[in-house]
């Protein structure tokens, strides 16, 4: 499954971006598809998970009430509305794949990764 993650760019501190994630030739099914990020010198850190079946949904504390995953089932699209965005939220933003169906996986559970897209946020 080769994941497609896009809506990257630049933003002033307090805006908004909205990142998608999709999978051309291939749908999601019964996955779970979540958002990790990764900053210069920081670990891999995961953002949030959805589960396509049942909308299931958790957060990472550091953007709970600030970033919303929702998915489309039309367009086989995962989304991440980034609301209230700060500086620490610059990263590189990759979406994920379980193929298993859980939202609840450590970062080496999930199966694919699509390449990921630059958010950069200008205090």
């Given amino acids: 499954v080769q994941l497609q993650a896009s ?5 002033q501190a307090g805006g908004s971006l909205r990142l998608s ?4 030739g291939h749908t999601f099914n019964t996955y779970a598809i979540a958002w990790f990020r990764r900053a210069p010198g920081k670990r ?11 909308g299931n949904s958790r957060y990472a504390n550091s953007v709970k009430g ?9 367009k086989n699209t995962v989304y991440l509305q980034m609301n209230s965005l700060k500086a620490e939220d610059s990263a590189v ?11 609840w996986g450590a970062v080496y559970e999930y199966d694919y990764w699509g ?6 946020v200008s205090s």
């Fill in 93 to 103: 933003y990759l979406c994920a794949v379980d193929k298993h169906g859980s939202i």
């Fill in 66 to 74: 600030r970033f919303t995953i929702s998915t489309d089932n039309a």
């Fill in 21 to 24: 994630c999709d999978a051309p």
């Fill in 7 to 11: 809506g990257g760019g630049l933003v």
């Fill in 44 to 54: 891999r850190e995961f953002v949030a998970a959805i589960s396509w079946n049942d």
């Fill in 115 to 120: 390449q990921g897209t630059q958010v950069t």
